[in-house]
Structure formats: C-alpha cells, structure tokens
C-alpha cells in the first residue's frame, strides 16, 4: 500500500510539472524555471555542455538558456566565432591532445566528415528526427540540421525595381559595382555556396561562368553575412548573395530590404548539430537531451521566431517562414567540397584577386 501511495504521488507531482510546462510562452534569454518535454525529468539530467558554434550569439544563447531553465541541473560554456574561427580552435586542441568541446554546431559539413573519419564523432538519432528528408540528416546520425539557413539574393526595395529571380539576374548592367558577396575564405556558407555552384558533375551548377560574370561587374566583397545585410539595408549595396534569415528579419523590422529563393534552386548552408565521442555518462545524457530539446515543436516555433526555417513545418504555419518543403535545393556532393576546398579557393583568387 504504501509502494503504491509513493507512486500515486510521483505521478501526481510529475503531471503537475508537465502541466506548467505546457502554459509556458516565454522566448527571452533569461534563466526563469521552465519545465522541458524532454524524456529525462530536470531532477533527473546533470551535465556540462560545451558548445562551439559559428551561429549568432545572441540566438545561440537564447536557446540554451531556454535549454537550461527545463533543466538546472545543466550547466553549459558556448565559444561563439566565425566557422574558420572555430575549426581552428578546435583543430589546435585535438592536436594537442584533446578538447573539451561537446556539441558542435557550425557551418562546415566537410570538416565534419574529416572529424567522424577520424571517430571523433558520437552518433545520435533522435526519434523525433527520422521523418527527416535526407537531405538535411547525416552519415547515418553524425548530425542533424535542426533548422534550415539557405543562400538566397538580397535587393535593396528603394534602388531595384524589378526583383531578380535566379542567379544570373544579378550578374546585369542594374547590379554593376553594386552587388556583393561573402569571401568564401572567411564564411563557412560562402564556401558551401561556391562548392554547389562549380561542383562539375552538377546540371544545375551556375558554373565558374557565374563568377567570372561577377569579377567583370565589380562585384564587392565581405567578409560575413552581417556585414552583407547592413550595407544592402542602408542602400550602399543594391543587392547581395546572403543567407536568408537575415534579409527575412529585416525586411520585418522596416528595412527596405527584400529576397528571393532562386527559381533554379537556392543553396542549403548546411550547420549541423554534432556531438563529440568524448562525453561522460552526465554528459552524454544533456547532450542528448539537447538535441532532442532542439527538435522540440515549441522551440521550432522559436527557430521561426528568430527567422529561420524549421525542420518541422508545422511550427511555420501561420507565419511567412517557408518549409523545407516549399524550398527548392540545388544538390551538394560533400565529397566534392572535401576534396577540392583548396583548389576551389585559389581558383577563386584568381579570378577576384586577394580580398
């Protein structure tokens, strides 16, 4: 009797955590108490999380400190840097013995390959991601997008008249010197773009045509993609090859600022979610869970919040964010990109110079 009075109570008690969970609606960054959906109670989950990451501070942040108010007994350090930043840091470490990085999560997928090759790479599926199109899972769970970025063309509404609808339209007399684009030397989804775009076996490639059509209209070049988005939103720039979260948020907060999704296809920036083959149990345990957390239906409703497409289309509905379903994707070979980086990246300095 008394087995069955301790249970009748933990179910009561769990019920009732679960039930404030729900009527939760907060999005801030702050660290207020808020229960998780995730299989592990927060009583439960312990562990230190580790986090290196090229995506934007501040939204990164947000996520996690959402992640650890449904789950206080994680704690969690985040080193924020461009892609290049964070490969070479990471890189460093691993050479020197180890690294105390976790979770991964930045925009490089070849880098991430080399890393599982070399079995460095903790594989995870969650349940709630195999209903995934392939194209946006990896190597059999090496890593997951949790949320879609996509390389799309950016126009100034108060300088273009006539909005672009593929890639060659901003190769015209209308974008001459005013046209720019992120220097795939520094961005991560610069150089996924540049890879997709000259991959040889691909019939919807744009080609090194395309490139050499945009040194010959002086185009200009940044080195990130908020550098990209101010310069078109204050009308320096016409217009801009940039990740589309960026123009979405700031052409709903006023700017005169638009884009478009290529008609021939846009370019997945592919920003996986990977975890580390060097965790404790503890560790290992939240690092699952934030996974899991990450393809949550309320924090895909906060990916959308924050401009991105989700991986679960339901959390769009009622919002202008797209699907993954109305998006067309030119085809990456992740081999390809592998093995030529270097010979992609001097081509391109040959044909725009050092920038």
């Not at 404030?20 to 009583?43: I, L, P, Q, R």
């Amino acid at each position: 009797m008394k087995k069955f009075l301790s249970l009748l109570v933990c179910l009561m008690l769990t019920l009732g955590l679960i039930g404030c969970a729900s009527g939760s609606d907060d999005k801030s960054a702050d660290t207020d108490k808020k229960e998780s959906s995730d299989e592990a109670t927060n009583d439960e989950l312990k562990g230190h999380l580790v986090i290196y990451t090229s995506e934007p501070q501040d939204l990164v942040t947000e996520m996690l400190d959402d992640f650890v108010s449904k789950n206080p007994g994680v704690t969690y350090e985040l080193y924020r840097s461009g892609t290049g930043d964070v490969k070479t840091k990471l890189s460093t470490e691993l050479d020197a013995g180890g690294t105390d990085a976790n979770v991964l999560w930045f925009a490089d997928l070849g880098y991430m390959y080399d890393l599982d090759d070399q079995g460095l790479i903790y594989h995870y599926s969650p349940e709630s991601a195999k209903d995934l199109p392939d194209t946006y899972k990896y190597n059999d769970g090496m890593g997951h997008e949790v949320r879609a970025i996509y390389s799309v063309l950016a126009y100034n509404t108060t300088q273009i008249d006539k909005a672009p609808k593929d890639w060659d339209d901003v190769t015209t007399d209308d974008y001459k010197g005013s046209l720019a684009i992120a220097n795939p030397a520094y961005s991560g989804g610069a150089m996924t773009t540049l890879s997709v775009h000259v991959e040889p076996d691909n019939e919807s490639t744009v080609g090194w045509d395309w490139y050499q059509k945009l040194a010959d209209n002086d185009v200009k070049m940044e080195q990130s993609n908020g550098t990209l988005l101010t310069k078109v939103a204050s009308g320096e720039y016409k217009g801009a090859v940039i990740v589309d979260y960026l123009p979405r948020n700031s052409k709903n907060e006023g700017s005169p600022i638009d884009y478009v999704y290529p008609e021939s296809g846009s370019v997945l920036i592919p920003t996986p979610l990977c975890l580390m083959d060097n965790m404790s149990d503890d560790d290992k345990a939240a690092a699952e869970a934030f996974v899991n957390y990450m393809f949550d239906i309320e924090t895909q409703k906060l990916f959308v919040q924050q401009g991105y497409v989700p991986m679960i289309s339901e959390a769009a509905e009622g919002t202008e964010v797209p699907t993954i379903d109305d998006i067309k994707v030119l085809p990456m070979d992740v081999n390809y990109m592998r093995e030529n980086s270097g010979s992609m990246l001097e081509k391109f300095t040959s044909i725009f110079g050092a920038q």
